[in-house]
DNA sequence: ATTATAAACTAATACCGTTAGTTTGTCAAC
DNA sequence: GTTGACAAACTAACGGTATTAGTTTATAAT
């Protein structure tokens, strides 16, 4: 038939700017297709099914985080760094919340690619807190802290979790930063 | 037709079970309905919709944490109330991985549910920050907090986010809870 | 015994993801 | 320039999903 020029990336960030536009909920195969004037079964030809390409998104998402991690840390250090990249995260988060709900929304077991998600959002943590004097336990001790805070606090902030008191959630957010610091600097060697 | 004694509990604690045994992921009205013995149709008798459902089952879920979290804390004060609340906490969610699941997953917009979902999370852990002496907005703060840690912490717990490297994941949790407690402790008057 | 109510049903709709098999455009080799 | 291979897009179909409307029928109250 008349050649579209689709291709797998034009695919996936179809899905990607549909998710984002029109939510999680509400995103198939279907709509999917007619986004890209093509029938529902043509879209196999460059996905393997819809988890596989949730998992391709979820991929490309991860990617994103990492890049407004790594540009909020650049040419900053210590605890300077460290609030500038929970910011971030947050603000993307919060900016993208139908992508970041893709990430972490995928299953357990579904290929090795969760795994690749992750690496991706850890890189620049690490990078981050190789400025302090932690042996490599706490450093990976505290990755992990600051992923479940980060991760934790944007999911309850986002249900409504944190509305049921007139209190400032950047506030608390603050406030959660400046413990992890405090706990990072005693870890300190 | 021969009645069966069923009624709105009975059909919610059906789901529940269902989703405990057999996952989120494949649960179904159909299924519901036939280990009820009984049409799918006739589950509307019970319930407006699967929304709904899953957000009965979501608040049953989270009185069940909430009980969990009163039983951790009943003669505790301080400190070791607060570890053990977070700690049945995290047990709560792995041995309830999927159940824990649908009072997260649950949508934004779906009725004022959520409300009372985290109404029934938050209680305990009012009670037991109001053995330290914190003014009501600290108190407000460290509740988020400590919600924010916990969940986010069992989320990648759950979902091998924390398998990157071979690090205790125990001794992740204890580290930040340590970190939590020094917090409130600096917080207080 | 009659009647009202609600429990359970049948039938049907409009989606969904997915598989199999078919047409047809394009590009490379001859 | 024709032929042939390949892959892009298609049509048709299946079994599954949630949900609505309308129907039977068992039970409880009169």
């Not at 985080?65 to 993307?92: H, M, N, P, V, W």
């Not at 850890?122 to 190789?130: G, K, N, Q, T, Y």
Request: hydrophobic share 40%; net charge neutral; with cysteine.
């Amino acid at each position: 038939m008349p050649r579209k020029g689709l291709n797998r990336d034009i695919v996936i960030d179809a899905a990607i700017s549909l998710i984002e536009k029109q939510g999680n909920r509400s995103f198939s195969l279907n709509e999917l297709a007619r986004s890209l004037d093509v029938k529902t079964t043509s879209l196999y030809n460059y996905v393997d099914n819809m988890d596989e390409l949730i998992g391709a998104v979820g991929l490309k998402a991860a990617k994103m985080i990492k890049q407004a991690e790594l540009d909020a840390i650049e040419g900053k250090r210590r605890d300077d760094a460290l609030f500038s990249l929970c910011t971030a995260y947050r603000k993307f988060a919060l900016e993208h919340v139908e992508l970041y709900r893709v990430v972490f929304g995928m299953q357990k077991n579904k290929s090795a690619c969760t795994k690749e998600v992750y690496s991706e959002i850890i890189e620049p943590i690490i990078i981050m807190l190789s400025d302090y004097n932690l042996d490599e336990t706490a450093k990976m001790h505290w990755q992990r802290i600051l992923r479940a805070l980060m991760h934790g606090f944007f999911s309850h902030e986002y249900t409504g979790g944190f509305t049921r008191y007139p209190v400032s959630q950047d506030e608390t957010y603050l406030i959660a930063l400046k413990a992890a610091a405090s706990g990072i600097h005693n870890a300190e060697t």
